[in-house]
């Protein structure tokens, strides 16, 4: 735990209470960051390898690509503790190239998901842990993975709403139907290595349909090697049309469609695609957080307040602040 903890009378030391967070994306890390600061006994399970969630980064064959996230506003207020702690490690930068006179993008370094690493300091993560049952245990519950049960008094999910009923649990029916009108769009990604620069800006944020946007990764700040890494998502459309793709298709198929939509292109030296079936919220649910099971249970994620990192942030710190309120 940090030194920054403060420190805690035995009583309240045995009392903490303890609590499971369940996704190391913004949301999930912004509330364990804030909970293991005031004291509280936090464990965060992930699924998959790493930090970040969809502030996602692929590397393969010394190349490397941000696929999820490309950048997030500089003025964000929400993101602005984050932002000067990741800055001052070297784990976040302005994107000067992309930068428009009315907006300052910045990136992680090496990659979006580095900005993660200041939430993460010191924090018990178990990463490759799907959360499979949460099961009521006494006054708290129990989170189960295929290692077992881990017992808790309050639990904070931030998996994308729509990915929820997954999870084997209760729920009563007002937090359902209010999770349950959460709506996500999917979208498409391709990730491709040129031989040559492309004589392109870099970031296109109108491009030719089918695509939402076209960047070029290699000109962000801190990126490995001299490579021509570049990254095109596909517009709401065309991802919904062809979500069933695999990885292999989708990088195939969007990358004809680059050829058609800015021909001539450069040859490549690698092509990968990737789907994100929950990309981001087109319906929100409209406030920070939905609290079920008493107020022990509590929904959160970008997807609460909107689409965007800061969303996640605002609404990780605001799940975090309800559970203080009640336990200090
Ligand atoms: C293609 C794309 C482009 C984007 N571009 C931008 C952008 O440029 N700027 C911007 O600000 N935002 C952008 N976003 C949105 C941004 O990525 C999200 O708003 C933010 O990262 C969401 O954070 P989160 O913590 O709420 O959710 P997530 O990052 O999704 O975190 C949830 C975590 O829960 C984990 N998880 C899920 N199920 C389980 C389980 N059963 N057990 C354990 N763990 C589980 C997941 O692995 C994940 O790590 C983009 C998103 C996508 C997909």
Redesign the pocket.
Known sequence: MRSTRPVMSERREAQRPRIGV????????SAARRLADAGLEVTV????RGL????ACRRRDGLQFD???????ADAPALQDLLAAARSQGLAADWTEAAREAQRYVVGVPGMNAMCRPLADGLDIRFD????TLRRAGSGWAIG?AGGDVHVDRVIL???AP?LP??EMELDPETRDALYGVRFAP?L?LMVAFEERPDWPAIQRTPPAPFALILRDSSKPGRPGDAECWVA?ADEAWSRRNVELDRPEIGAALLSELEAAMAPLPPSRAVMGHR?RY??ATQPLGRAFIASGCGTLLF????ALG??????AE??RAMAAAILAETE
Request: aromatic residues 8%; charged residues 20%.
């Open positions: 369940i996704g190391a994306g913004v949301a999930g890390l399970f992930e699924k998959s970040g969630g969809r502030m696929h999820g996230a490309q950048f997030v506003d842990t799907e959360i499979r993975s931030t998996i994308p990915q997954r999870l979208a990604a998502h994100w990309s981001q959160g994620g970008d997807w689409d965007r990192v800061e969303h996640a609404s990780g």
